[in-house]
T-cell receptor, first 116, second 112 residues
Framework: EAEVAQSPRYKITEKSQAVAFWCDPI?????LYWYRQILGQGPELLVQ????????DSQLPKDRFSAERLKGVDSTLKIQPAELGDSAMYLC??????????????FGPGTRLTVL | QQQVKQSPQSLIVQKGGISIINCAYE??????FPWYQQFPGKGPALLIA?????SEKKEGRFTISFNKSAKQFSLHIMDSQPGDSATYFC???????????FGQGTELSVKP
């Protein structure tokens, strides 16, 4: 069964350092999402891509976060510099939109970030 | 107006019982309502979803009931099993391919 891949699974860093997360969506999925999930809460969207274009980055803290999907396949999310409040689970999801089922989004296992 | 409110925050059910989780929304432009199941340390897994032109959808032991006029929807888990113990999130989106807006989650514990 096709799955969304993410790496690393866990990342511990010190504040002010740079971190990067990688996501490989389900093959053929044009739409890719990065969500952030704080412990005990539901995920919240950071950025959405359709192919290589950003569709929604209204909730992305652009002073320190950046995201790219250069070839419209895999994607990287970067934080520089990391702050204590960035500690969370970073989830990548993909969807076959604009093809396929309505808005089914499939999530990867996530990257658990701890900032010390 | 983009919030989705979920209750209860936690739920304990005996094995074989029915688990019921409720969600309410304000924005009538929402047109897709999925439920996700999440185990500790894992990503959310799509469980079942419904669109507002349908009042009920059933898949195995899982049923979504949708009340458009009340702007509420609920997840029913029949014959709950210990393996169902997880956190459940309702969500909504209001345009095709758009972001999901999640509820706060319900931690379900099914006792043997």
């Amino acid at each position: 069964e096709a799955e969304v891949a993410q790496s690393p699974r866990y990342k511990i860093t010190e504040k002010s350092q740079a971190v990067a997360f990688w996501c490989d969506p389900i093959s053929g999925h044009a739409t890719l999402y990065w969500y952030r999930q704080i412990l005990g809460q539901g995920p919240e969207l950071l950025v959405q891509f359709q192919d290589e274009s950003v569709v929604d980055d209204s909730q992305l803290p652009k002073d320190r976060f950046s995201a790219e999907r250069l070839k419209g396949v895999d994607s990287t999310l970067k934080i520089q510099p990391a702050e204590l409040g960035d500690s969370a689970m970073y989830l990548c999801a993909s969807s076959s939109y604009p093809l396929g089922a309505y808005n089914e989004q499939f999530f990867g296992p996530g990257t658990r970030l701890t900032v010390l | 107006q983009q919030q989705v409110k979920q209750s209860p925050q936690s739920l304990i059910v005996q094995k074989g019982g029915i688990s019921i989780i409720n969600c309410a929304y304000e924005n009538t432009a929402f047109d897709y309502f999925p439920w996700y199941q999440q185990f500790p340390g894992k990503g959310p897994a799509l469980l079942i979803a419904i669109r507002p032109d349908v009042s009920e959808k059933k898949e195995g032991r899982f049923t979504i009931s949708f009340n458009k006029s009340a702007k509420q929807f609920s997840l029913h888990i029949m014959d709950s099993q210990p393996g169902d113990s997880a956190t459940y999130f309702c969500a909504a989106s209001f345009n095709q391919g758009g972001k999901l807006i999640f509820g706060q989650g319900t931690e379900l514990s099914v006792k043997p």
